[in-house]
C-alpha cells in the first residue's frame, strides 16, 4: 500500500492535522521534500545525504541542517506531511469494491517508478525517527480506512462490532507479501482476489468482536 494511501484502523482517529507555516517558509519545506523523495528514487537510503537534498533543492545546506539535522529528520518530515493531506478511502458501494479500490491505489504505489513508496517503507527499517513517522502514518490512514468497514456495517454487510483493523490488514497484507517480500510483478488479479478472500470472511464473522 501506498504510504499515501495505507489503510486504517479500528478504535483510533485521524491525527489531528499540524499547523504549518506558510509564505516561503512553506515553499521551502515542500521543495526539500520533493527533493527528498527524489534523491531517495534515485539514489536510495544508502544515496540520501542532507548535502544531496540541499543541493537539488536549491537552498542553502544551512538551511537543511539548522531545521531537519539529518536524513532521519527529513525522512519523518516527509512522512508527516503525507497525513497532511486530505485523502479518503473508495466509496464504491460495497465493502468488496471498496477493498479492491484500496488494493488497487496499494499495488499502483509500490510498483510505481522511480520506487519512493517502496524506499520510504524500506528507510524506516535504518532511520529510528522514519521509523516512528512510519508508524503515525499508518495509524492515521488505519483510522481513515476505519470507515469502509463502519459503512459495510451500515449497509447490513457484515455483523455488528466487526474489528475494522484485522479485517483492513487481512485484505491489504497480501499486498505487501507478494510485492515487497516476494517480489513479485504487479497482477491485475490480486488486489480484487484479496479483497475477496477477505470480506468474505468478514461476512461469516471471522472479524466480529464480542458485543
Known amino acids: 500500500m501506498d504510504a499515501d494511501a495505507a489503510p486504517a484502523s479500528a478504535g483510533t482517529r485521524p491525527t489531528p492535522a499540524r ?3 506558510g509564505g516561503r517558509t512553506a515553499r521551502i519545506r515542500r521543495q526539500v521534500l520533493d ?17 544531496g537534498v540541499a543541493a537539488r533543492a536549491g537552498v542553502h545546506r544551512t538551511t537543511v541542517y539548522r531545521r ?14 503525507a497525513s497532511d493531506d486530505d485523502w479518503q478511502p473508495p466509496d464504491t458501494g460495497s ?31 535504518r532511520s529510528e525517527k522514519a521509523a516512528h513517522a512510519q508508524r503515525r502514518l499508518w495509524e492515521d490512514r488505519y483510522a481513515r480506512c476505519e470507515i ?40 491485475p488479479r490480486l488486489p480484487g482476489g484479496a479483497a ?16
Open 148 to 187: 469502509v468497514v463502519d459503512r459495510a456495517v451500515r449497509r447490513g454487510e457484515l455483523p455488528p462490532h466487526t474489528a475494522a483493523r484485522p479485517l483492513l490488514i487481512a485484505a491489504t497484507a497480501p499486498m505487501y507479501h507478494q510485492l515487497l517480500l516476494l517480489g513479485t510483478p504487479a497482477d
Open 19 to 21: 499547523r504549518r507555516p
Open 95 to 125: 465493502l468488496e469494491g471498496d477493498l479492491t479500490a484500496l488494493n488497487e491505489e496499494i499495488q499502483e504505489a509500490l510498483t510505481g517508478q522511480p520506487p519512493i513508496v517502496t524506499a520510504l517503507i524500506a528507510a524506516s527499517f
Open 35 to 51: 527533493a527528498v523523495l527524489a534523491e531517495l528514487g534515485d539514489h536510495g537510503y544508502d544515496g540520501l545525504t542532507t548535502d
Open 68 to 81: 531537519w539535522g539529518d536524513v532521519g529528520g527529513l525522512l519523518a518530515d516527509v512522512l508527516d506531511a
Open 196 to 211: 475477496r478472500t477477505a470480506a468474505l470472511a468478514a461476512t461469516a464473522g471471522a472479524f466480529a468482536e464480542p458485543a
